[in-house]
């Protein structure tokens, strides 16, 4: 490793320690060259949920593939688009598609 990899590993630990609430993980994706996403994973549900206030993040929500789901929040502002994502669970349907009124 030279020290140009070495010097974006310790900005990448900053950049991460500096989301706080737990963070898992940070992304930074340029999408079709003309968005920036930005994505923030979370350890529980409970760490999404502060991350959403922390970063004011808006529609804090459940998303599902087939038995898989999980939490997610975001935010888009111009060509600035920010995702905080939950851990995913498995097997059965999220909680808000079992409770019973």
Do not use: C
């Not at 991350?51 to 888009?76: F, H, I, K, N, P």
Request: aromatic share 6%; proline share 7%.
């Amino acid at each position: 490793m030279n020290r140009r990899a070495h010097d974006l590993g310790v900005f990448m630990e900053g950049a991460l320690r500096s989301v706080g609430s737990g963070a898992l993980g940070l992304g930074v994706y340029e999408l079709l060259a003309s968005r920036l996403v930005v994505r923030i994973a979370a350890p529980t549900d409970d760490a999404l949920a502060a991350v959403a206030v922390d970063y004011e993040l808006e529609g804090l929500g459940t998303e599902s593939r087939g038995r898989l789901w999980w939490r997610q929040a975001s935010s888009r502002e111009g060509n600035l688009l920010v995702v905080a994502v939950g851990p995913y669970h498995y097997p059965g349907p999220p909680p808000s598609l079992t409770r019973k009124p």
